[in-house]
């Protein structure tokens, strides 16, 4: 069990590197292609790039739009790399880990949400400028639901964990 455990423990250590190594290069190219090209690479959809390239809308107003979704994204490595940490540290099944989970899982809804509504207001915005008829709201309810369900295995980890904890007290 021991083996096994530094063994988890390694390949954990090991994944967090990995983890921060290809997590600092996406986010070097985003700065790079947003000060030398002058480009928002982290934001999906037809009518930012149109609105970016438009001279009828502000690029300040559209790369602030788009903070909140960089924000999400360093907050979403934030919390894989915390969580891998107490996994290198064998800390598996610790009331952190929960917490990181949560995060993750919460952080990944909002983006999800942020990033619909963000979507559907480019779209009405782009449609005003230049009375385009396509105004679509986006809801990928397949990875809301996909992310409900992360959140109740976490819950039923953690609450498994507690009656583990109240069993070994008992005995």
């Known amino acids: 069990m021991v083996k096994s455990t530094d063994k ?3 390949w954990c250590g ?8 290809i997590s600092g290069m996406v986010f070097s190219f985003l700065a790079y292609q947003l000060a030398i090209n002058g480009q928002v690479r982290y934001v999906e959809g037809e009518s930012f790039d149109l609105l970016w390239q438009s001279e009828q809308a502000s690029n300040g107003v559209l790369f602030g739009l788009s903070v909140p979704l960089l924000v999400g994204m360093l907050l979403s490595v934030y919390w894989i790399i915390r969580l891998l940490k107490l996994f290198s540290n064998g800390q598996f099944f610790h009331h952190s880990c ?9 952080t990944k809804i ?3 949400l942020y990033s619909s509504g963000l979507t559907f207001s480019l779209d009405y915005w782009y449609h005003t400028l230049y009375h385009s008829n396509q105004v679509v709201l986006k809801i990928p309810f397949g990875e809301l639901m996909t992310l409900g369900l992360f959140a109740v295995v976490a819950y039923l980890l953690k609450a498994a964990k507690e009656i583990e904890d109240e069993n ?3 005995i």
């Open 8 to 10: 988890i423990q390694r």
């Open 14 to 21: 090991a994944f967090r590197a990995a983890v921060l190594g």
């Open 98 to 106: 929960y917490i990181c989970y949560q995060g993750f899982i919460w």
């Open 110 to 112: 909002a983006l999800v």
């Open 168 to 170: 070994k007290e008992f």
